[in-house]
């Protein structure tokens, strides 16, 4: 893994400059510069196609750019892998929930929460009697206090495989907040989720910008929503960034009204 | 020269019939077929009982064999099993095909006897006519084969890319869902391409018989040199899986006339050429695309939503099944006797070596076919270690499998980024290879011996030895248990779900799974020592990767989940042969190989396998028993609405 400290903008918690990628002859990203302030909402729009879930793969290390840099706190992770992001404080949910067979929603919460206060050694789980520890009473506290806070702990004891497509994306965002990331990328979270649903992570993501600190860069095509939540808004049209500014901002913006939203929030 | 092309052209196209089979089904269905050997050889003994026991001409035998029956058997394959499978998940559906392969050798010999055929006819009239095409000699059969292949070609191309039916397959890849909303039943043409693709096993079972031999290993062995041309194709391209399986025999047959014929160096490498051609496509194709994925061929998001997940349900039993198993098994071996005591041995020692398939498949998710060569590694590394350089036993086990765990962790690493179908075909690869190459090596075989290996003065006796086994089973099983019920099982169940997921949550995909490929190696290893404790001997041929496929499919058809499960599917292999050796006639001898075959095809519907599911109804009824108890009923799948 390579990290350098990085001369980025002053305090930016997430950045990335100048992002390329190419499928073979299809330009997903075209030289794409952005960035997320601590503690603050940032929203990505942009019509289907227009490259939103590449970044987010880029940004999270499963897809390796052809060009650009990735930022994390000051810290160029371009060449760290995943997990090294992920360690490094960068979360992420995707746009198909991606929750684990077999593990129950509350175990989706410890398991988070473990990866980040209690890194899994194999060996010592394995010959140590790893299995038969008591789950410290700190941990327990954390996980049923974002349990109680998405509004899932009615289900915390049941498997995953068969809930919902809410409820699972909701196990995905607890998930994503256990492991106490500074910067959290949010693949359309409001997608499939009912009103009262939307409010519980509305609430839950107020709260870890307002209370951790956490930088969300959220993706979303419920736009009103978007920027209703987000202090500053980017565009991607066909892979180019076409606008960034704040709500008001990009609302008037003719490009983005041309590309993208049309008339109707105007 | 010309000689040894035309003879290689023969093997080059019975290799090139049977990728192209391969490819077709795993285009259409997204099922690599480890069957299609099997079949091969099943329409092939129809063929022979046919036309040299009941004297039938040759072509009514040809036409009833391959014409009818071979298509007959892939649609009731078709209809019974392959047709679940197609949104399973690869090691279902690896191992549901490897149950196929395990059954339908064991059904042709209860139907057709067990005597070994020595010569078998093909289609081609005898006595056999020899043609000379420049001064060589070619035989009507090497013609029957190549015209075969010009066929196949010629039929396969017009109508996968002319007609409308091969439209239709081509549409199935994408989404049978969206080919059932275009009006086309993807049921009738899912049941078309497994009927062709039996046809062609049919046909290069008879064809090539009387090249290679009527013999359920060959065709097996066949059918996994034409996986170098399929991994050489990607798993996706015909032409690129024809020219490469032609390829390959004439290679073989070449090197065959320019190495010295006597070496036993020759006798290593002409097998196995096909293991390194696939070897060298899958590091070419990783360090083309940076990975070797498979292709998705799961259909699409609507064929998701709209089927049931029914591999969700697998979950490992509760802990507390355990013990009231182990007290009803443990005095087994002092209730029996004699005979069936050595049985009790050998099984707690396979129960072991079972357990790295639990640890592997079941937790890891990896769908590894090497563990039998991991066994072997432990039984030979112990016999030469303890007869040979005198250490004593117990630090000769550990040292075996502290040769085993490395090698497994290499093979982790270097197959970290393989897809599950790829990772299924490198392991077996490798198992092959290290078979061909190493195993066979005179220090391991002493002229068909083994290296024998004496057993320690507190376990002389199998008794004792089962004790032994049964205390060392018990403590590696408790390690897995651990493993499971701590956090790095909930590493393994994230990764073996989503690794993407858990990549981007923190976790170290590469660590969790090379360290479960080495502890898994480890455990098979030291199963490997007490195999070869239990026969006195370490014997190379006792630890084939064919025969660990045979393991595979009995203990997926108990529970691959399960510790329990190993011990007694380790027993089940074991006895169930013993009992029907002695009390039921010999014809009823492949009954337990064909019962272990229809195990792991049963787990397509009860992935969690048979003792898991017997044991939820059983809770199931008692609850329902019981007056005003709460009714705790089987796992039932759960429609996934995305």
Same mark, same amino acid.
């Given at each position: 893994m390579t990290v350098a400290v990085s001369p980025s903008r002053a305090g930016a918690a997430l950045e990335v400059i100048g992002l390329s990628v190419a499928f073979g002859g299809v330009v997903a990203l075209a030289d794409v510069s952005l960035s997320v302030a601590p503690a603050s909402i940032t929203g990505l729009v942009g019509p289907n196609g227009a490259g939103k879930t590449t970044a987010f793969g880029v940004i999270s290390g499963l897809v390796h750019p052809d060009a650009g840099r990735v930022v994390l706190d000051g810290v160029d992770v371009t060449g760290a892998p995943a997990h090294m992001r992920a360690r490094r404080g960068l979360g992420r949910t995707f746009q198909h929930p991606q929750v684990f067979s077999g593990l129950s929603v509350r175990d989706h919460v410890i398991l988070g929460d473990r990866v980040r206060h209690h890194r899994a050694r194999m060996w010592s789980d394995a010959f140590l009697a790893g299995g038969l520890r008591r789950q410290p009473a700190d941990e327990r506290e954390r996980v049923d206090d974002l349990l109680g806070l998405l509004g899932i702990s009615e289900l915390a004891s049941r498997p995953v495989d068969g809930l919902p497509l809410g409820t699972s994306r909701l196990v995905e965002i607890a998930r994503a907040l256990a492991t106490a990331p500074s910067v959290l990328l949010l693949d359309e979270?409001?997608?499939?989720?009912s009103g009262a649903e939307t409010d519980a992570v509305v609430s839950a993501l107020r709260r870890a910008v307002g209370e951790r600190g956490v930088a969300l860069l959220l993706v979303e095509h419920d736009v009103p929503t978007v920027l209703a939540l987000s202090s500053t808004v980017h565009v991607l049209d066909f892979g180019r960034l076409i606008a960034s500014g704040t709500p008001a901002e990009i609302r008037d913006d003719a490009r983005v009204r041309a590309a993208y939203l049309g008339d109707a929030l105007v | 020269m010309l000689q040894f092309i035309i003879a290689g052209l023969v093997f080059g196209s019975l290799y090139a019939i049977a990728a192209s089979g391969l490819v077709v089904t795993y285009l259409s269905a997204g099922i690599l077929n480890f069957s299609f050997g099997a079949t091969a050889f099943f329409v092939a003994r129809l063929y022979y009982d046919l036309h040299?026991? @009941?004297?039938? /001409?040759?072509i009514p035998a040809v036409i009833l064999s391959v014409g009818l029956a071979a298509p007959a058997i892939g649609l009731v394959l078709h209809l019974a099993l392959f047709r679940y499978l197609r949104l399973a998940t690869p090691v279902v559906k690896i191992v549901a095909t490897v149950g196929v392969a395990v059954a339908l050798p064991a059904t042709a010999n209860l139907i057709f006897g067990q005597r070994p055929i020595l010569l078998a006819p093909g289609? /081609?009239?005898?006595p056999l006519r020899v043609f000379r095409v420049f001064h060589v000699p070619v035989t009507m059969d090497q013609i029957t084969v190549y015209i075969c292949v010009v066929l196949m070609l010629a039929v396969g191309t017009v109508v996968l890319r002319h007609t409308d039916i091969g439209l239709r397959v081509r549409a199935m890849v994408d989404s049978p869902a969206m080919t059932s909303l275009s009006g086309t039943s993807p049921d009738r043409v899912a049941a078309a391409v497994w009927m062709a693709s039996t046809f062609l096993a049919g046909l290069i079972g008879v064809v090539s018989a009387p090249i290679v031999g009527l013999d359920s290993n060959s065709f097996t062995l066949l059918m996994i040199a034409a996986f170098a041309a399929v991994i050489a194709a990607r798993l996706r391209s015909l032409p690129v899986a024809v020219v490469v399986g032609v390829a390959m025999g004439i290679a073989g047959s070449v090197l065959q006339y320019i190495l010295p014929p006597s070496s036993s160096f020759t006798q290593a490498v002409i097998p196995s050429i096909p293991f390194a051609v696939t070897t060298v496509f899958l590091l070419w194709n990783v360090a083309r695309r940076g990975r070797g994925d498979d292709l998705r061929a799961n259909g699409g998001v609507l064929d998701r939503a709209i089927s049931?997940?029914?591999? @969700?349900?697998?979950a490992p039993l509760g802990w507390g099944w355990a013990v009231p198993v182990v007290v009803v098994i443990g005095p087994l071996a002092l209730v029996l006797s004699g005979f069936w005591v050595g049985l009790v041995t050998t099984g707690v020692a396979l129960a072991i070596v079972f357990l790295s398939y639990t640890l592997l498949i079941g937790e890891g998710g990896m769908v590894w076919l090497c563990q039998a060569t991991f066994a072997g590694v432990g039984a030979l590394g112990a016999a030469q270690l303890a007869?040979? @350089?005198?250490?004593?036993l117990p630090l000769a086990i550990l040292g075996a499998a502290l040769i085993a765990a490395p090698m497994g962790i290499v093979l982790g690493l270097l197959s970290i980024r393989l897809g599950d179908v790829h990772l299924a075909l490198v392991t077996l690869t490798f198992g092959l290879l290290m078979e061909n190459? /190493?195993?066979?090596r005179q220090t391991f075989t002493r002229l068909g011996s083994g290296v024998a290996l004496a057993r320690p003065s507190f376990a002389h006796s199998d008794r004792a030895l089962a004790y032994v086994g049964l205390a060392t089973f018990i403590v590696l099983a408790l390690v897995i248990v651990n493993v499971r019920r701590s956090t790095t099982g909930l590493v393994l169940g994230a990764v073996r779900t989503s690794a993407d997921a858990a990549r981007t949550m923190g976790v170290s995909v590469v660590t969790s799974k090379v360290l479960t490929a080495g502890l898994a190696a480890f455990v098979a290893a030291v199963g490997g020592s007490f195999l070869a404790l239990s026969a006195g001997a370490a014997l190379p041929s006792q630890y084939s990767s064919l025969i660990g496929l045979v393991w595979l499919a009995v203990l997926v058809g108990t529970g691959i989940r399960s510790t329990v499960g190993a011990l007694l599917a380790g027993l089940t292999f074991t006895l169930v042969p013993g009992f029907v050796q002695v009390y039921l006639p010999t014809w009823f001898a492949p009954v337990p190989t064909l019962l272990f075959g229809l195990g792991a095809i049963v787990v397509a519907k009860y992935p969690e396998g048979s003792l898991a599911m017997q044991i939820r109804q059983a809770r199931s009824i008692a609850a329902r028993l019981r007056p005003h108890a709460p009714v705790e009923e089987a796992p039932r799948p759960e429609m996934v609405v995305t």
């Open positions: 979270p409001f997608s499939g989720l | 040299t026991t @009941h004297r039938m /001409a040759i289609i /081609a009239p005898r049931y997940q029914r591999e @969700h349900a697998s007869t040979a @350089h005198g250490w004593p190459l /190493a195993f066979t």
